[in-house]
């Protein structure tokens, strides 16, 4: 008799996503991203942080100052990693787990990339302009989303 406490679809891309964000060097957030295809397979992960061959150690981390002397201007959030990061074909029809609800910027790439499904754990920028935005973007393209129920599981891993 097989075992009943395994954990769901659900749990296991967002708990992927989670793991992909503890990669992140940002000190203050730390995102991940899981693209599934429809047969819920793994196709692309990604988390936010610099482009390849900018050091970690020469860019800022800050969220204060202007443009050049804080983060922003730099780091590639997760959601665009895992679309660049993908090296398959197509990304159309699939679903996006995040533990951080996209950006408008963001939202622009998953809607081009075809992802039909973003599936995302914390909206902590929930009537923001830019959440406002990604929200309409995804509405008018037919893009759905929800929030992650989460179900109080805890999984501790020895690493």
Known sequence: MK?????????YFMGVSK????RSKDPN???GSCIVSKEHKILSIGYNGLPKGCSDDEFPWEREGDMLHSKYAF???SELNAILNFRGGSLEGTTLYVSLFPCNECAKAIIQAGIRCVIYDDDKYDGTPAN???KKMFDAAGVEYRRY???GRTINLDL
Do not use: K
């Open 29 to 31: 957030t730390q995102v």
């Open 19 to 22: 793991l992909a964000g503890l």
């Open 3 to 11: 075992r009943n406490d395994y954990i769901s679809w659900d749990e």
């Open 75 to 77: 780091v590639t959030h």
């Open 149 to 151: 129920e989460r179900t």
């Open 132 to 134: 406002i935005a990604s």
